[in-house]
């Protein structure tokens, strides 16, 4: 099942029916009759996909062209044994 099947259409549920009374509300003037599940108007992008999104692009040929830095080669290192 996709999840525009799910999400895509509204879903009313009614109120689950009890032998037993239901506990007082405590919110006034809340709530319809059931709960209704909506596809968001204005969905947002996740952090990785937003930050693909809105990048800062490379314009100026002098940063498309930029070649890494070149260091020279580090020393050896000492040996970690050294026989006595």
């Not at 509300?25 to 709960?35: D, W």
């Not at 596809?39 to 693909?52: E, F, L, N, Y």
Request: net charge positive; proline share 20%.
């Amino acid at each position: 099942m996709s999840v525009s099947a799910i999400f895509g259409t509204r879903l009313v549920l009614p109120p689950p029916t009890t032998a037993a009374s239901p506990p007082p509300r405590l919110a006034i003037g809340g709530g319809g009759g059931g709960l209704v599940i909506e596809c968001s108007s204005r969905p947002q992008k996740k952090a990785t996909k937003h930050h693909m999104k809105t990048r800062p692009r490379k314009s100026r040929p002098s940063d498309i062209n930029r070649r890494p830095t070149v260091y020279p080669p580090l020393p050896p290192l000492p040996p970690d044994w050294t026989p006595v």
